[in-house]
């Protein structure tokens, strides 16, 4: 998960010049979220294996089960108060693995390789923004002019939902619908997945999940029916609920780039709204 990191605690630093390396006793908590982050790597090596033996649907689910975790050792690590360098670094190690190559290779096999040099070409240009967009968020975390209302945007599709959409051309095969998988289709599928790369890379505002997590206490039982419903759907109708999650997250980028647009705009009145100075109190008739 793309979150903030702050320093590595004492029992994780390296010792001072001159003094003995000892082992010493690292907490369960700093060790819990990467655990769950080196689990998410190993799902997207994986998905790889899957792919190249052709086993195309559990390369899918490999890649959807590994940003599930990612999204939880972010929020693993917050509530146990133990982020880290290492862990950000690593985290961004996997996310390339899991979000980047994973995918390349899955559509790859797919069926980019029937336009060789083309659809190699498309896959490499997808792992590569990929990696861009990771390398463009870690340097802007610790960016002081952003305004509060920020964190409510990606700059840019995060590369967990830019993994899940770009497949969306092997749901439409995979699910209900079946559509054919035919030569004629990999120009128009190389040509989406070069979308989905210029749509991580560019400075598109997404809306961001993180401010999601708190529900009113008088809709919690309503929002535990409707997570126990859609991992129930998810898990029968995988595929056809992750086309309908794609066309759902690609719906909203317009949504996002206009609410986006709004609060800049709103900003910039702000900003420039002259500060007119409170008048002196008018004496009463009593005083000279």
């Known amino acids: 998960m793309e979150t903030a990191v702050t320093d590595l605690p004492d029992s994780l630093s390296p010792p001072p010049a001159g003094r003995r390396r000892r082992f010493t006793r690292i907490p369960v908590r700093f060790i819990l979220p990467n655990l769950v982050t ?11 294996r899957f792919a190249f033996e052709g086993r195309f649907e559990w390369s899918v689910v490999c890649i959807v089960s590994a940003a599930v975790l990612d999204g939880l050792d972010g929020r693993i690590a917050r509530a146990l108060k133990s982020t880290s360098r290492f862990g950000a670094e690593l985290d961004s190690l996997a996310d390339f693995v899991d979000f980047g190559v994973a995918p390349a290779m899955l559509l790859y096999f797919w069926a980019l390789n029937d336009m060789k040099s083309a659809g190699w070409l498309a896959a490499l240009v997808y792992a590569v923004a990929c990696a861009l967009r990771l390398a463009r968020f870690n340097v802007m975390i610790d960016d002081p002019a952003k305004p509060a209302w920020s964190g409510q945007f990606f700059t840019g599709m995060p590369s967990p939902a830019g993994a899940i959409v770009v497949m969306l051309p092997i749901y439409l095969h995979l699910s209900f619908l079946g559509m054919p998988q035919s030569r004629a289709f990999v120009p128009f599928e190389i040509a989406y997945v070069l979308v989905i790369a210029f749509l991580m890379v560019s400075r598109i505002p997404h809306f961001s999940g993180k401010q999601v997590g708190r529900v009113p206490r008088e809709f919690q039982l309503l929002a535990m029916f409707g997570a126990v419903a859609f991992i129930l759907l998810l898990a029968t109708f995988t595929m056809e609920m992750l086309l309908l999650l794609s066309l759902a997250y690609l719906a909203m980028i317009p949504l996002a780039i206009r609410r986006h647009g709004a609060l800049v705009r709103a900003d910039l009145a702000a900003a420039n709204t002259p500060v007119v100075p409170d008048a002196p109190p ?3 008739p009593g005083q000279p």
């Open 38 to 48: 080196l689990l998410g790597l190993c799902l997207g090596l994986t998905s790889i």
């Open 282 to 284: 008018e004496p009463s």
